[in-house]
């Protein structure tokens, strides 16, 4: 009984997710491209909200200056549960291009847990899509009604 | 009695509004703002201190992300730079590739400014136009180079690829569709009251201003100075093709304002047009790549060197050595200042004003932090 | 030609590049102005400080729209008195490209309006373009280090 509930919540949840618009650089760009009209994302229900509070999913896309880490560690910790993040192209995985910067952080899971990690520089929308694919596969198969208390 | 009071706001790094990360704190007395401060270095990566890491030849990829709307130009500055003082000849055939992949992506620029615009304005439909013109030039610069945005095409001494078999006809055609689609958006968008209200008489900015905050591209134009590197400077094939130079003419509201601003940008696109079709049918055939050592070391010396993108002239400032590495490399970019003016022009205009004054200026946020 | 009215610049040409002129740094405001006023230099075009080694320098690209033409000057400034008198009454353009030398290299700018830094957090420690800068451990938490 359960088990069927949990596929439907999983379902809802996974064919609506609402992305938060945070851009920091050239990704920004390509994750445009991939809202836009050739790679529709809107036909897996994800749209971009402005804001944290109404998202379900952070995909950092660009890199992150360690100025810049802090207000984004405050945005995932404003995000409700269940929230997930996805990060995007080299910049954001390990510090990519900028490894040699004095500023630059060298990948955004020193700050916040990472569900999935796209690689890339910056990462086709057809590699984004099948990011988000995994996700939706990942969201699919979890268990929250039937997580042990 | 009813008490008001000026309440501070951070417009902060992440905002749908803001042109990348970019803060402003703004001090408002209800809509309308008494003072904004500019908070930039959100972006900083640290480029200049990484070229004196990484070389000549190794910095060539950086440059793409200096300003990634525009990459093709910022290449282009890059290896025009370290030609002049290293003293290397480009062939015939690769300045007018360059020319072309330059001038296909001002449209490309200028088709996401225009829709940017628009969507912060409140309008979104336009964006999804101008994002769709746009993959059409990502294809083409595909079958070039292989890439959709980094594209590291244009490199010391010519372009890396020639363009192959059937990429002039694609590049008329598209363009036989791009300038019908340009006056369909000016029916959809431009020309439209409640947006020509919102934009014009907005943020006027003054020829004197203009040129004292070292405005650059079509910023400048805006204010009535006509300038433009391709002609009054002129570097490359850019003598031999001839193109119209536009300056804002206060057609809206005044000299100067957002309006104006806009609409050299689609019109720019029009004159890129033409520039794009003598190019492709003066391209003489030959090499694309001049006969360069693998280890660049020009010789001891410093050149300033400026190149006109979509955002205004980016200037490279390279000391050299002697060494394969510069030993100081600064890029002045367009961006830059045009942030610093908005805590000038900003003081007197409500909020959403500024929202359309910082997306008319079009600003990104790497040409700003670097 | 300008050697006329500047008696103090000092011409100096490489042998690869462009030329440039040094300026004693207490003449640096009376030079741009008479540039601006006499000359018709009208726009700062960019503005950059060099760690030479031994002595830190400030270079100033002037350009002027109606002739144009560049002008180069150049500041050279000891290690130890690392003070410039400030442009940006002349040139406003100069105000944010001022701040950013002193944020990246610690020159300061005598009488600037807003001296602060512009691109690293206001808490950074040291100044990154320095030939001689060494990166910190970590900052506020998070570990500067590759993996």
Same mark, same amino acid.
Request: glycine share 8%; proline share 5%; hydrophobic share 40%.
């Given at each position: 009984m359960t088990t069927k509930l949990d596929e439907l919540l999983n379902w809802c949840r996974k064919s609506s997710v609402w992305y938060m618009?945070? *851009?920091? *650089?050239?990704?920004g760009i390509e994750l445009m491209q991939t809202g836009g009209p050739r790679c529709d994302w809107d036909r897996f229900g994800a749209v971009p909200r402005a804001t944290p509070r109404q998202s379900d999913l952070m995909i950092i896309a660009g890199t992150i200056t360690y100025k810049m880490a802090i207000r984004t560690r405050r945005l995932y910790d404003q995000m409700p549960d269940p929230k997930y993040v996805l990060s995007m192209g080299s910049c954001s995985n390990c510090g990519g291009l900028f490894q040699h910067a004095y500023s630059v952080l060298k990948g955004i899971d020193k700050v916040m847990p990472v569900d999935l990690y796209v690689p890339g520089c910056p990462p086709r929308p057809e590699a984004l899509t099948d990011g988000l694919l995994k996700l939706q596969e990942k969201m699919q198969s979890e268990k929250f009604l039937r997580k042990p208390v | 009695m009813i008490r008001t009071e000026e309440m501070t706001i951070s417009m902060g790094p992440q905002h749908p509004a803001t042109h990348g990360v970019l803060r402003f704190i703004v001090k408002t007395d209800g809509e309308v703002l008494h003072e904004v401060k500019s908070d930039i270095g959100y972006l900083h990566r640290s480029m200049e201190k990484i070229a004196e890491k990484v070389g000549y030849i190794g910095f060539q990829p950086y440059t793409d992300r200096l300003d990634y709307v525009c990459a093709m130009t910022c290449n282009h500055a890059y290896a025009l730079a370290v030609e002049k003082l290293a003293g290397i000849t480009v062939p015939e055939r690769a300045e007018y590739l360059r020319i072309i992949a330059a001038e296909l992506n001002r449209i490309s620029s200028h088709l996401i400014m225009v829709g940017v615009t628009a969507m912060d304005i409140g309008a979104f439909t336009p964006f999804i136009h101008a994002i769709r013109e746009r993959e059409t030039v990502n294809d083409l610069f595909e079958m070039l180079c292989g890439a959709r945005l980094t594209y590291n095409y244009v490199r010391i001494g010519g372009v890396s690829f020639d363009a192959p078999a059937g990429f002039k006809e694609k590049c008329v055609e598209f363009l036989d569709h791009l300038e019908p689609i340009i006056d369909e958006f000016n029916r959809l968008i431009s020309f439209n009251k409640i947006f020509v209200k919102r934009l014009a008489g907005v943020g006027v900015i003054s020829r004197e201003d203009a040129i004292g905050y070292n405005l650059v591209g079509p910023n400048l134009r805006g204010s009535g100075v006509k300038w433009d590197l391709r002609r009054d400077m002129p570097y490359s094939a850019y003598p031999r093709l001839e193109f119209n130079v536009l300056v804002g003419t206060?057609? *809206?509201?005044?000299?100067?304002d957002c309006f104006d601003r806009y609409m050299i940008r689609i019109r720019e696109m029009i004159e890129s047009c033409k520039i794009i079709r003598q190019a492709l049918s003066l391209m003489p055939s030959g090499d694309t790549m001049a006969k360069i050592p693998r280890r660049i070391k020009p010789p001891a010396g410093e050149v300033y060197m400026r190149c006109e993108s979509a955002r205004g002239d980016i200037g490279f400032y390279i000391v050299s050595d002697g060494t394969e590495r510069p030993y100081r490399l600064k890029m002045r970019t367009g961006s830059f200042t045009a942030m610093s003016i908005v805590e000038k022009i900003a003081p007197g205009l409500m909020v959403a004003d500024l929202v359309a004054f910082v997306s008319s200026m079009d600003v990104v946020a790497p040409e700003v932090d670097r | 030609m300008l050697n006329d009215k500047l008696k103090y610049l000092e011409e100096f040409k490489p042998q690869a590049g462009d030329a440039w002129f040094i300026v004693p740094i207490d003449k640096i405001a009376e030079a741009c102005k008479t540039l601006r006023d006499e000359y018709k230099f009208d726009c700062l075009s960019c503005l950059t400080g060099t760690d030479r080694g031994e002595f830190l320098e400030v270079v100033y690209h002037i350009f002027s729209y109606q002739t144009k033409e560049t002008v180069v000057l150049k500041v050279k400034l000891d290690k130890t008195a690392l003070a410039v008198p400030t442009i940006s009454g002349i040139w406003p353009s100069a105000n944010w490209m001022e701040r950013e030398a002193y944020d990246l290299l610690g020159i300061s700018f005598t009488d600037h309006p807003d001296l602060r830094r512009i691109m690293l957090p206001d808490d950074w420690v040291g100044f990154p373009l320095r030939k001689d800068y060494k990166e910190p451990e970590e900052y506020r938490g998070m570990s500067t280090k590759l993996c």
């Amino acid at each position: 009984m359960t088990t069927k509930l949990d596929e439907l919540l999983n379902w809802c949840r996974k064919s609506s997710v609402w992305y938060m618009l945070f *851009a920091t *650089a050239c990704c920004g760009i390509e994750l445009m491209q991939t809202g836009g009209p050739r790679c529709d994302w809107d036909r897996f229900g994800a749209v971009p909200r402005a804001t944290p509070r109404q998202s379900d999913l952070m995909i950092i896309a660009g890199t992150i200056t360690y100025k810049m880490a802090i207000r984004t560690r405050r945005l995932y910790d404003q995000m409700p549960d269940p929230k997930y993040v996805l990060s995007m192209g080299s910049c954001s995985n390990c510090g990519g291009l900028f490894q040699h910067a004095y500023s630059v952080l060298k990948g955004i899971d020193k700050v916040m847990p990472v569900d999935l990690y796209v690689p890339g520089c910056p990462p086709r929308p057809e590699a984004l899509t099948d990011g988000l694919l995994k996700l939706q596969e990942k969201m699919q198969s979890e268990k929250f009604l039937r997580k042990p208390v | 009695m009813i008490r008001t009071e000026e309440m501070t706001i951070s417009m902060g790094p992440q905002h749908p509004a803001t042109h990348g990360v970019l803060r402003f704190i703004v001090k408002t007395d209800g809509e309308v703002l008494h003072e904004v401060k500019s908070d930039i270095g959100y972006l900083h990566r640290s480029m200049e201190k990484i070229a004196e890491k990484v070389g000549y030849i190794g910095f060539q990829p950086y440059t793409d992300r200096l300003d990634y709307v525009c990459a093709m130009t910022c290449n282009h500055a890059y290896a025009l730079a370290v030609e002049k003082l290293a003293g290397i000849t480009v062939p015939e055939r690769a300045e007018y590739l360059r020319i072309i992949a330059a001038e296909l992506n001002r449209i490309s620029s200028h088709l996401i400014m225009v829709g940017v615009t628009a969507m912060d304005i409140g309008a979104f439909t336009p964006f999804i136009h101008a994002i769709r013109e746009r993959e059409t030039v990502n294809d083409l610069f595909e079958m070039l180079c292989g890439a959709r945005l980094t594209y590291n095409y244009v490199r010391i001494g010519g372009v890396s690829f020639d363009a192959p078999a059937g990429f002039k006809e694609k590049c008329v055609e598209f363009l036989d569709h791009l300038e019908p689609i340009i006056d369909e958006f000016n029916r959809l968008i431009s020309f439209n009251k409640i947006f020509v209200k919102r934009l014009a008489g907005v943020g006027v900015i003054s020829r004197e201003d203009a040129i004292g905050y070292n405005l650059v591209g079509p910023n400048l134009r805006g204010s009535g100075v006509k300038w433009d590197l391709r002609r009054d400077m002129p570097y490359s094939a850019y003598p031999r093709l001839e193109f119209n130079v536009l300056v804002g003419t206060g057609e *809206a509201g005044k000299v100067g304002d957002c309006f104006d601003r806009y609409m050299i940008r689609i019109r720019e696109m029009i004159e890129s047009c033409k520039i794009i079709r003598q190019a492709l049918s003066l391209m003489p055939s030959g090499d694309t790549m001049a006969k360069i050592p693998r280890r660049i070391k020009p010789p001891a010396g410093e050149v300033y060197m400026r190149c006109e993108s979509a955002r205004g002239d980016i200037g490279f400032y390279i000391v050299s050595d002697g060494t394969e590495r510069p030993y100081r490399l600064k890029m002045r970019t367009g961006s830059f200042t045009a942030m610093s003016i908005v805590e000038k022009i900003a003081p007197g205009l409500m909020v959403a004003d500024l929202v359309a004054f910082v997306s008319s200026m079009d600003v990104v946020a790497p040409e700003v932090d670097r | 030609m300008l050697n006329d009215k500047l008696k103090y610049l000092e011409e100096f040409k490489p042998q690869a590049g462009d030329a440039w002129f040094i300026v004693p740094i207490d003449k640096i405001a009376e030079a741009c102005k008479t540039l601006r006023d006499e000359y018709k230099f009208d726009c700062l075009s960019c503005l950059t400080g060099t760690d030479r080694g031994e002595f830190l320098e400030v270079v100033y690209h002037i350009f002027s729209y109606q002739t144009k033409e560049t002008v180069v000057l150049k500041v050279k400034l000891d290690k130890t008195a690392l003070a410039v008198p400030t442009i940006s009454g002349i040139w406003p353009s100069a105000n944010w490209m001022e701040r950013e030398a002193y944020d990246l290299l610690g020159i300061s700018f005598t009488d600037h309006p807003d001296l602060r830094r512009i691109m690293l957090p206001d808490d950074w420690v040291g100044f990154p373009l320095r030939k001689d800068y060494k990166e910190p451990e970590e900052y506020r938490g998070m570990s500067t280090k590759l993996c």
